[in-house]
């Protein structure tokens, strides 16, 4: 309409809270993401475990269950920090997949289809527009790990009572700590990775190749120099013993076979020394802080494009 008419009107709705301005984009995302039958069935596949863990916890506090399947109470797996500490290996693992699933096309598909400034011409930053992004695959992967994770904790802590509780708070640490640590690197590296590539099958292998492909190197590299050293380039290593930190399970020293007899006898074993704690915490930050740098290279509103 012509200015001159100032028949225009300012907006006079309610607004939305600067702080939760991001939160419109994940709202938007998962009526996509739900529309899959694919994600639905394999989202559905990822709480498979907590069931049987909780069916596990009930069954140490059910006589007339174990009667009823005529199951020594010995004979079940123990509700300890091993037990939980399972549990977050393998809802690690379905947070992974889950990640592949949805992390590479969320921003690939807006660098796609130029939509970068219709975004940040609004009152929306970069780091709102990232943490929206990220918040897809923080939210998803935090249902099926840590939420779960502590509901299964807590459930333990009721059918057990006499303050098992207070005593093994740092389970609940451990749970809650160890699941965020995996989900903030896999929604970064699944971020940056999609800022940069713009085709999902090829964001999808990528994601593969990093989290595999150096494993296999440096497993080469520990058994070719008799050391564990390599562990600090492969990503799942890396988690695992953060992991092992986090449950009070992790050993400095693993004994390796040396030399072994004709008839299969080990004659002499040596204690090869695991890189320190810190030395995990310290790569693992060094890449989240990489991942960062690549988002904030790559979300812009505007591309420089040179002839």
């Known amino acids: 309409m012509a200015v001159y008419e100032h028949t225009y009107k300012p907006y006079a709705g309610e607004l939305t809270a600067t702080w939760s301005r991001f939160l419109i984009i994940p709202r938007h995302a998962f009526r996509g993401v739900f529309q899959s039958k694919l994600f639905v069935a394999f989202f559905v ?3 498979v475990y907590p069931l049987v863990a909780a069916i596990l916890i009930y ?7 174990l009667g009823i399947l005529q199951v020594n109470i010995n004979e079940l797996v123990p509700i300890d920090g091993s037990f939980f500490w399972t549990y977050v290996s393998v809802q ?4 992974f997949f889950l990640t592949l699933l949805v992390g590479p096309p969320l921003v690939s598909r ?3 289809n130029n939509a970068l400034p219709l975004y940040l011409c609004r009152p929306f930053s970069r780091a709102e ?3 929206g992004k990220m918040s897809v695959v923080l939210i998803l992967t935090s249902l099926i790990t840590w939420v779960p994770g502590l509901l299964l904790f807590l459930f333990q802590s009721y059918l057990q009572g006499g303050g098992w509780m207070t005593q093994n708070m740092w389970i609940a640490y451990a749970i809650w700590s160890g699941c965020w640590v995996w989900i903030i690197v896999l929604a970064l590296l699944s971020q940056a990775i999609s800022a940069w590539v713009k085709w999902r099958v ?4 990528i994601l593969l190749a990093i989290f595999f492909i150096p494993g296999i190197m440096g497993e080469a590299i520990n058994n070719l120099f008799a050391t564990r050293y390599g562990n600090l380039i492969s990503l799942g290593a890396l988690i695992g013993n953060i992991w092992a930190g986090l449950f009070r399970s992790f050993s400095p020293t693993v004994n390796q076979v040396t030399e072994v007899r004709a008839n299969g006898r080990i004659i002499r074993e040596t204690a ?3 890189p320190p704690l810190w030395s995990h915490w310290l790569v693992l930050g060094l890449i989240c802080l990489f991942c960062l740098w690549l988002l904030y290279t790559r979300v812009r509103a505007y591309e420089v494009v040179r002839g």
């Open 45 to 47: 596949a990822c709480f």
């Open 110 to 112: 807006d660098l796609t």
């Open 202 to 205: 090829i964001a999808s292998a």
């Open 272 to 274: 090869i020394q695991l």
């Open 59 to 65: 069954l140490h506090h059910n006589v007339n269950a």
């Open 92 to 95: 690690g693992s379905f947070a």
């Open 129 to 131: 527009y990232v943490i």
